[in-house]
Structures are given as C-alpha cells and as structure tokens.
C-alpha cells in the first residue's frame, strides 16, 4: 500500500503545478461523488470539502495549510476517482471498499484540517454577504 501511495503522491506533486489538471481532476471528484451509493454518506460531505479545500488553495484563496499536506489530499483523491486500484471500482460493492477505507483515514487524519476550512469558507461567505 505504501508503495501505491507513494506513487500517488509523486503524481499529485506533478499534478499542483497545473490549474487545468487540479481542475480535471475535482470535476471527476464531484462526479464520482454524485454517483456514491449510501455506503457513502457518512463520508460525502467531507469529500466534497476537501475538494473544495483543493480548489481554495489551488486559486490562492486558501493558505491555512501546508503544500505537503494538499498534496496528501490530492493523492488521496487521484485514489478516489482512479478505478483501477488495490481493489478494482467495477467489482461490485467490494470495489469500493479499499477507497472507503483510504479516504475514511485521510478524512480522520485530516479532520481538524477539514473543520478550519470550513469556518474559513463560513467566514469568507459571511464576508461577502455583509
């Protein structure tokens, strides 16, 4: 696994330079993510923040995180929306199991990363709104 992982962060490093490619790669991220089955539900919502975060910080807007970190997150969400992985995404049911579990930890791991951005993005909204 970590050697996948490893792969996936090398990609997501080459993947931050290019705003079309982040860009590709979070439509794909919410595409897949209205195509999630209920398994899912605990889960996306936060999938969809950090993809939101992503965007952020790829504009400049978002800088409450560090490079290293939005490059775990983008490998994470390469893991998500690449079918062939550990466990192929066209077995059913149990195809979806290894992106669960990848994206359950980084959502665990990253959760206080998750929370800051979304009070930034409640505040930014407020902002504009006033």
Same mark, same amino acid.
């Given at each position: 696994?970590?050697?996948?992982?490893? *792969?996936?962060?090398?990609?997501?490093?080459?993947?931050?330079?290019?705003?079309?490619?982040? +860009?590709?790669?979070? %439509? *794909? $991220?919410?595409?897949?993510? =209205? @195509?999630?089955?209920?398994?899912?539900?605990?889960?996306?919502?936060?999938?969809? &923040?950090?993809?939101?975060? $992503? +965007? !952020?910080? !790829?504009? =400049?807007?978002?800088?409450?995180?560090?490079?290293?970190?939005?490059? !775990? $997150?983008? !490998?994470?969400?390469?893991?998500?929306?690449?079918?062939?992985?550990?466990?192929?995404?066209?077995?059913? $049911?149990? =195809?979806?199991?290894? %992106?669960?579990?990848?994206?359950?930890?980084?959502?665990?791991?990253?959760?206080?990363?998750? @929370?800051?951005?979304? &009070?930034? @993005? &409640?505040?930014?909204?407020?902002?504009? *709104? +006033?």
């Amino acid at each position: 696994m970590q050697k996948i992982f490893d *792969t996936l962060y090398r990609q997501a490093e080459r993947l931050i330079s290019s705003d079309t490619l982040v +860009s590709k790669l979070l %439509d *794909t $991220v919410f595409l897949k993510v =209205g @195509e999630l089955t209920d398994d899912w539900y605990k889960l996306q919502d936060s999938i969809i &923040a950090l993809a939101r975060m $992503v +965007s !952020a910080w !790829a504009k =400049g807007d978002y800088k409450n995180i560090s490079t290293s970190s939005i490059i !775990a $997150v983008i !490998a994470a969400l390469i893991y998500f929306v690449n079918p062939i992985d550990l466990i192929p995404d066209f077995i059913p $049911v149990i =195809g979806q199991i290894d %992106d669960i579990i990848v994206l359950g930890y980084l959502i665990k791991k990253w959760n206080k990363e998750i @929370e800051r951005f979304m &009070a930034w @993005e &409640a505040a930014q909204q407020a902002s504009q *709104t +006033s």
